[in-house]
């Protein structure tokens, strides 16, 4: 079964640094989506992409974030310079189209960046 | 308010039992309605849509009542693998943005 495919699982990283992380969505989903969860807290929304451009934004989703799908395949995800804050786990997700069975986002498995 | 709501519990069950989620969601221009399972330090996983209609996969059985913006999940003859998180989400947008609730834990014991 198709599965969504994230990379690093797990990132340390220090304040101040950049973090790529790295996403490969079902390949012939058309939406893309990044969400992170703080320990012990909801997972929120952070970002929609759908063909090529961003479609809505979170307030999370600041000047220090940016996406990109620099190829047929990847999704990245870039914090520019870290915070502490930062530190949560990533979920990449993606989806097929709009309605119906295409409504389901499927998740990947996550990078925990841990920023120090 | 909080956009959906539920319950965190943890709710604690025998096996066989019968345990019941509720969630609210505050946007009434909501589109779509989910459960999703999350276990520990893992990814949400959908378990199933809710529709108006209400609908049944196996021991799990979905409603949605619009009206009261009132989302529900009852699982029937609990496992000891049903213990996780459930999630309560919701699609607000075209953009198929999901507002997560923050989850009820369940714990199903022998």
């Known amino acids: 079964e198709p599965e969504v495919t994230q990379t690093p699982s797990h990132q340390v990283t220090q304040m101040g640094q950049e973090v790529i992380l790295r996403c490969v969505p079902i390949s012939n989903h058309l939406y893309f989506y990044w969400y992170r969860q703080i320990l012990g807290q909801k997972v929120e929304f952070l970002v929609s992409?759908?063909?090529?451009?961003?479609?809505?934004k979170s307030e999370i989703f600041d000047d220090q974030f940016s996406v990109e799908r620099p190829d047929g395949s990847n999704f990245t995800l870039k914090i520019r310079s870290t915070k502490l804050e930062d530190s949560a786990m990533y979920f990449c997700?993606?989806?097929?189209?709009?309605?119906?069975?295409?409504?389901?986002?499927?998740f990947g498995p996550g990078t925990r960046l841990t920023v120090l | 308010r909080k956009e959906v709501e539920q319950d965190p519990g943890p709710f604690n069950v025998p096996e066989g039992a019968t345990v019941a989620f509720n969630c609210t969601y505050s946007?009434?221009?909501?589109?779509?309605f989910f459960w999703y399972r999350q276990d520990c330090r893992k990814e949400p996983k959908l378990l199933m849509s809710?529709?108006?209609s209400g609908n049944e996969d196996g021991r799990f059985t979905a409603q949605l009542n619009r009206a009261s913006q009132y989302i529900s999940l009852l699982i029937r003859d609990s496992k000891l693998s049903d213990s996780a998180t459930y999630l309560c989400v919701v699609k607000e947008s075209n953009t198929g943005k999901l507002i997560f609730g923050q989850g009820t834990t369940l714990q199903v014991k022998p």
């Open positions: 992409f759908y063909n090529n451009e961003i479609s809505e």
């Open positions: 997700a993606s989806r097929e189209l709009a309605g119906g069975e295409g409504d389901t986002q499927y």
């Open positions: 946007n009434s221009a909501s589109q779509s």
């Open positions: 809710v529709y108006s």
